[in-house]
């Protein structure tokens, strides 16, 4: 079992940075991918990026590469999502999981909110 606790999401200006993070519980974090999947009102969730294990491979989103950056640390079990030059179509409740084999885990989700 893996708690996943969100933290960063607010209210920001279109062209403003935000910083998201996620804390993980337990000792096997480096054997799970990490990802943030966002939701925003009346649309289907969309996977905005994922880290490996490692960290050495990353995969974004094409609405988000080159403004948005993944990374983790692993010896503090967090995972992170930088967002740069956010738009008002960014606007979402923002989620991490977590992904292993057949186990997924998610977090309650963080609001972003990108005024225009």
């Known amino acids: 079992q893996v708690q996943l606790v969100e933290s960063g999401g607010g209210l920001v200006q279109a062209g403003g940075s935000l910083g998201l993070s996620c804390a993980a519980s337990?000792?096997?974090?480096?054997?799970?991918?990490m990802g943030w999947i966002r939701q925003a009102p009346g649309k289907e969730r969309e996977l905005v990026a994922t880290?490996?294990?490692?960290?050495?491979?990353?995969y974004y989103a094409d609405s988000v590469k080159g403004r948005f950056t993944i990374s983790r640390d692993n010896a503090k079990n967090t995972v992170y999502l930088q967002m740069n030059s956010l738009k008002p179509e960014d606007t979402a409740v923002y989620y991490c999981?977590?992904?292993?084999?057949?186990?997924?885990?998610w977090g309650q989700g963080t609001q972003v909110t990108v005024s225009s």
């Open positions: 337990g000792r096997t974090f480096s054997s799970y991918r």
């Open positions: 999981n977590a992904h292993r084999g057949a186990n997924d885990y």
């Open positions: 880290i490996s294990g490692s960290g050495a491979t990353t």
